[in-house]
């Protein structure tokens, strides 16, 4: 192969543990890899987004990537890294959430080329759900010992924890049921690597023991480190949950002001994890951001880059004008811009109050909006005060006394934004 894909990914800081000989393995020729993906929901969220862009570097340096959707496994819920179990799911739930997945994949991964390393997806559910019981225990179950799948750091954590309810037989089978997975991949599509973050290694190892005793050959792991954050809170949680790549859930603007906010140590991280850019490129960025590290220009690109590949370049636009709404200058127009849930977002905790719609149709005047009907200031002297000292807009403009709030003031047929200097904001609803 013309490209050596664990180079790639080790400059890139994406590579945690790699089994000896991986890399000559796949500098010989073409070889297929995969990752396991949980569709406990239909969509998914920036922490998935390491393997994903695993299997694509892999697909950019001529290999073939399988994106493997755990139907079956999801039914079951891995141990590693949870102190609980999971919910469990059904088939109509499953599938729907494994087409929505794909649609999501397949801005990074090429599912459609005719070319020998097109992506492919696959849910094991398709294999397992007519593998009896007995067969499985009879055919998988005793290659592997209790003893080897006992020494593994996900069942020794979970049995030393303090959870009451320990481990169910149910989760203790997981290694095998995914390293069936790899043992069906490598036998059916020729798959010799599986892919996943540091915490899979126990289960990934498992597949390999499977490939090497039940098919004779030879299977690979390659595991990357779990993405932390540098003041040690969780990566890709906000107060509000995941940061999904679902536009529904996790809304465009704060997608990416998720990834604006980040600190200069994780910025310099993530820029190479989850972007496609060159060293070269991310070079001159860190030596050009250490300069001027206000002008944060290692976040802002990460962010643009990030944004235009899961939603699009329009998005991003729409994204960095909404944040110039708060930071920057700003008008009437570019707020009438916002839809509703770009608007909310962007103004979440700002103290809001209802208005009929009939007062606004009437017009609505400014001391009325300010404090009588609304406290956003305290009294209608202050009110007065602040407009006579020019500090009160609406809608970003500048208005004096006898300004009155009208229909053609709303934003979205209902929001009108009023503000107090630069930095007090206040919100009317017309209902």
């Known amino acids: ?42 969509s998914l969220h920036i922490g998935h987004l390491v393997s994903v862009m695993m299997l694509r570097h892999f697909q950019l340096a001529g290999h073939k990537p399988f994106a493997l959707v755990g139907g079956a496994t999801g039914m079951i819920g891995d141990p590693s890294g949870k102190s609980e179990e999971r919910n469990l799911l059904d088939e109509a739930t499953l599938r729907h959430n494994q087409e929505a997945l794909k649609e999501q994949l397949s801005r990074f991964l090429d599912f459609e080329s005719n070319e020998p390393n097109a992506a492919v997806l696959v849910n094991n559910y398709d294999w397992m759900k007519d593998f009896s019981f ?32 320990g481990m169910s037989f149910t989760e203790f089978t997981y290694q095998l ?23 899979q290694w126990g289960n990934i190892t498992t597949g390999t023991e499977l490939i090497r005793r039940i098919g004779g050959g030879k299977g ?23 940061v999904w790549l679902d536009a529904e859930r996790t809304s465009p603007y704060k997608f990416y002001q998720y990834w604006l906010n980040t600190s200069d140590e994780d910025a310099e991280k993530y820029i190479k994890i989850f972007t496609f850019l060159t060293q070269d490129e991310i070079e001159r960025l860190v030596v050009e951001h250490k300069e001027a590290p206000h002008l944060r220009v ?14 699009s370049k329009a998005d991003l636009e729409n994204a960095m004008k909404a944040s110039n709404i708060l930071f920057g200058k700003s008008t009437s127009e570019d707020l009438k811009e916002l839809d509703e849930k770009t608007f909310l977002d962007v103004f979440e905790g700002v103290p809001q109050a209802q208005i009929s719609k009939d007062e606004i149709d009437q017009g609505l ?19 007065r005060r602040e407009l006579k000292q ?15 709030i009208t229909k053609a003031d709303l934003i979205n047929n209902k929001f009108v934004l009023l503000q107090r200097g630069k930095k007090n904001y206040f919100v009317l609803v017309a209902d």
């Open 1 to 42: 192969m013309e490209k050596n894909f664990v180079q790639e990914l080790q400059w890139r800081g994406m590579v945690h543990d790699i089994m000896p000989s991986a890399e000559e393995h796949l500098m010989e020729s073409m070889r297929a890899a995969y990752v396991g993906i949980d569709p406990t929901a239909d």
């Open 134 to 165: 007995l067969d499985f225990i009879r055919d998988v179950g005793k290659h592997i010992t209790v003893n080897y799948m006992m020494a593994k750091d996900s069942v020794k954590k979970r049995l030393s924890s303090d959870a009451k309810e």
């Open 177 to 199: 049921v995914q390293g069936y997975d790899f043992l069906y991949l490598f036998q059916n599509h020729d798959c010799t690597l599986q892919m996943g973050g540091s915490d």
């Open 220 to 242: 690979f792991a390659l595991t990357c480190p779990l993405i932390t954050k540098a003041d040690g809170t969780k990566f890709g949680k906000t107060e509000g949950g995941n």
């Open 298 to 311: 290692l976040q802002k690109r990460l962010a643009e880059e990030i944004t235009t590949m899961v939603h």
């Open 365 to 383: 005047d400014m001391i009325g909006a300010l404090s009588a009907k609304t406290n956003f200031l305290s009294s209608n002297g202050e009110a």
């Open 390 to 404: 020019n500090s009160i807009s609406v809608n970003k403009e500048k208005v004096k006394e006898d300004y009155l």
